[in-house]
């Protein structure tokens, strides 16, 4: 393992690290900081986060940046590898009293170079939308609802909290707007609670009710109940304690979502259907993305491992080993993943599994990488590398290289053996179809004892095409209430555990939920073994490519960038490391450390 070592080396910063594909350099001037490049006191601070745009400036620097250190959020002109940062002039800086930005993320639809939609998430659970180009605040939701307020909404309720939010009051842990849409966005909590609003509606003055559209095992999904559209349009309830983070498919159609309990569960998004989950080794599960075709999840967590999820198969096929603490970020390289002899891969499914509500408009397809095509039957050898990166509490940088020796064990060995530990590749008796798998554990026919091999060639990927097919969205919000509220058989069968090192994140509302719940949990025993989660030996062990220590402070942002990876951490610093063979002549001049060496 790259990490391995001792002493003064194990605990040096690195400014550089090689790959196979060549060295990656720290440029050191292209940092970004608060304007003063002082550290913050990151004690009971709310994670660094970083969001990009691009909107198409005809002066071909088009990127911009936005990211949050304490109670501060900035916005800049994004120069990467090319220049130099210039933090004395931001386009936007604003400083909240009362509460702390979260997270934040970009309409990139609507993004042009006079006007950019920015969605803030808070500590105290509002979220704001704003234009940091025409430095414009143009809504606020889920706010603050005064004494006067409540007076002029004739409130008889005088028990009730003086001043509160009225849909949730607890910290905004994600906000992310609805892919190919335009006036969606969907806000996780620490409640466990999701919420999709609609920009061009209001939130209400008054506390909004509820009916039930949907529900299965440890989810369920309601609609606000009002005479007027407002919002939230729905409420989502998964699963225990804090949900930490969700994304969408590539194509947009399914959700996933990582909650505090450490489960991970997929969601077609459309229809309001559980369509997969999976279990974390111990404690909860942090972060997770999406392969560049959709095919595999990644989650990292609690437990200090990364775990690698087929979406097709809904069951685990690897985990990997190489941080020492919580891993706090994981994200494919959409640029380094590599094919060869390769189709697009298309998604199944009907438009009519959405069956009544309409958003305002055809949800368009995203992007998709051209990623290996495989069948089942097919008995071609297939070339595929997906990269993914990992960062995590422990101050770690790890790269790690998921290859067709792990997505398909059973193809004939047939290239050049490298380091990837494999405990056990056979996984005959782990079931591919999700309805037959059960609570019972799969014991392994076989194991094998030499490592199984790895690809060395990463060229970059094809360039991406978009996929013209939209979804069809019918009829209007008010039609939730005809979609059919029978359960839906679970395809795995979920069991609960009681985790108490990580009570301390669950809200007090949460905790209070947990304890009425406890004669429902089964023995966290009975979960370790079953394809939910399947033990340490019973699947392939991956090991990092290299693992380095790049921060003082606990890492909190990775993001894959065409010529560059930004990693930052929670000291405020956002660092930008060049991809080999992209540091330009200028870049090379200010790749310099503040002590005159050459990085």
């Excluded at 070592?5 to 970004?32: A, C, D, M, P, W």
């Excluded at 105290?124 to 143009?138: C, F, H, N, W, Y």
């Excluded at 889920?142 to 004494?147: H, K, R």
């Excluded at 997929?266 to 259907?273: H, L």
């Amino acid at each position: 393992m790259a990490a391995e070592g001792g002493g003064k080396e194990l605990n040096e910063i690195k400014t550089q690290f090689n790959t196979r594909e060549g060295v990656y350099k720290l440029l050191t001037h292209s940092e970004y900081s608060r304007p003063n490049r002082v550290p913050f006191n990151s004690q009971g601070s709310n994670p660094v986060k970083v969001s990009f745009v691009n909107v198409n400036d005809q002066s071909g620097n088009g990127d911009r940046i936005c990211f949050n250190v304490g109670r501060e959020l900035y916005f800049y002109i994004y120069k990467g590898v090319r220049k130099a940062a210039d933090l004395s002039k931001p386009i936007d800086k604003r400083i909240y009293k009362g509460t702390q930005p979260t997270c934040h993320d970009f309409n990139h639809l609507t993004a042009t170079a006079d006007s950019v939609s920015l969605l803030v998430g808070f500590s105290a659970g509002q979220v704001q939308l704003i234009d940091p180009i025409k430095r414009e605040t143009s809504k606020l939701f889920n706010e603050e609802v005064s004494c006067h307020e409540s007076l002029q909404m004739k409130c008889k309720d005088w028990g009730r909290e003086r001043k509160g939010r009225l849909i949730d009051k607890s910290r905004v842990t994600c906000v992310k707007w609805v892919p190919g849409l335009e006036r969606l966005f969907l806000v996780a909590h620490s409640s466990g609670n999701m919420y999709l609003y609609n920009v061009e509606n209001t939130c209400g003055t008054t506390t909004p009710h509820y009916q039930l559209l949907k529900q299965g095992k440890n989810y369920s999904v309601h609609t606000c109940k009002s005479k007027s559209t407002r919002n939230p349009l729905l409420k989502w309830t998964v699963g225990e304690g804090a949900l930490n983070e969700f994304a969408f498919s590539p194509d947009g159609k399914f959700l996933a979502c990582v909650s505090q309990d450490g489960f991970l569960r997929v969601f077609n998004f459309d229809a309001v259907e559980l369509h997969g989950t999976m279990k974390s080794y111990f404690g909860g599960l942090l972060c997770m993305c999406w392969s560049p075709d959709g095919k595999y999840i990644v989650a990292g967590g609690e437990d200090d491992l990364v775990t690698v999820w087929s979406f097709v198969d809904c069951r685990v096929i690897a985990r990997g080993h190489g941080h020492k603490s919580w891993v706090s970020v994981v994200a494919f390289d959409h640029y380094t993943t590599s094919v060869e002899d390769a189709d697009p891969m298309e998604f199944n499914g009907s438009d009519e599994d959405f069956q009544g509500l309409h958003f305002g408009r055809d949800r368009a397809n995203s992007t998709q990488s051209r990623l290996s095509k495989r069948n089942s039957t097919d008995s071609r050898t297939v070339h595929t590398t997906y990269r993914f990166g990992s960062v995590g509490q422990d101050t770690q940088l790890c790269l790690w290289d998921l290859t067709e020796d792990i997505l398909f064990p059973h193809l004939p060995l047939s290239r050049t053996r490298t380091h990837t530990n494999v405990m056990n590749a056979t996984m005959n008796n782990v079931s591919n179809n999700p309805s037959t798998n059960d609570s019972g554990a799969n014991t392994p026919s076989n194991s094998l004892s030499s490592p199984l091999p790895r690809s060395n060639s990463l060229p970059h990927s094809p360039a991406m095409t978009a996929n013209n097919k939209s979804s069809a969205i019918a009829s209007g919000v008010s039609k939730f209430a005809t979609l059919s509220l029978h359960d839906r058989k679970e395809q795995h069968q979920e069991t609960d555990h009681k985790r108490n090192h990580s009570m301390g994140h669950i809200s007090s509302k949460s905790s209070d939920k947990l304890n009425m719940l406890t004669k429902s949990r089964t023995d966290p025993a009975k979960t370790l073994g079953t394809p939910l989660c399947p033990r340490m030996e019973d699947l392939p062990l991956l090991e990092p490519l290299i693992c380095k220590k790049i921060a003082h402070e606990r890492l909190t942002v990775l993001i894959f960038l065409e010529d560059c990876i930004v990693t930052a951490c929670q000291e405020g610093f956002i660092w930008t490391w060049a991809r080999p063979g992209k540091v330009g002549l200028s870049s090379q001049k200010q790749a310099v450390s503040p002590s005159g060496t050459i990085i």
